[in-house]
């Protein structure tokens, strides 16, 4: 019987420890979570949010008050990216003659 009890003692520490064993292995395969953001930052007509922890960027829209759209470091293809997506949805759809 006393062999029971410290196979129990031990459960609690060793699953505490692969928890934190886990996190750790998702925080590092994730990366940083942008928590963090900074206040909008307007650039050429746009705005955008920059991660405090990592410098990855996201646009922002002042109206609504929210970021929105994709993660990127490169501003200007974000940019591209929400132009070309605005150009697809303003063209007038064609009617099959």
Request: hydrophobic share 35%; with cysteine.
């Amino acid at each position: 019987m006393a062999s029971d009890s410290k196979k129990s003692r031990w459960k609690l520490p060793l699953g505490l420890m692969a928890t934190g064993v886990a996190g750790a292995a998702v925080l590092v395969l994730r990366g940083c979570w942008h928590r963090k953001m900074s206040w909008p930052v307007r650039y050429q007509e746009h705005s955008y949010q920059v991660c405090l922890g990592c410098g990855i960027k996201r646009l922002f829209d002042e109206r609504s008050f929210r970021a929105y759209g994709p993660y990127s470091y490169d501003l200007n293809q974000l940019i591209a990216k929400e132009a070309a997506a605005r150009h697809r949805d303003e063209e007038p759809q064609q009617r099959p003659a």
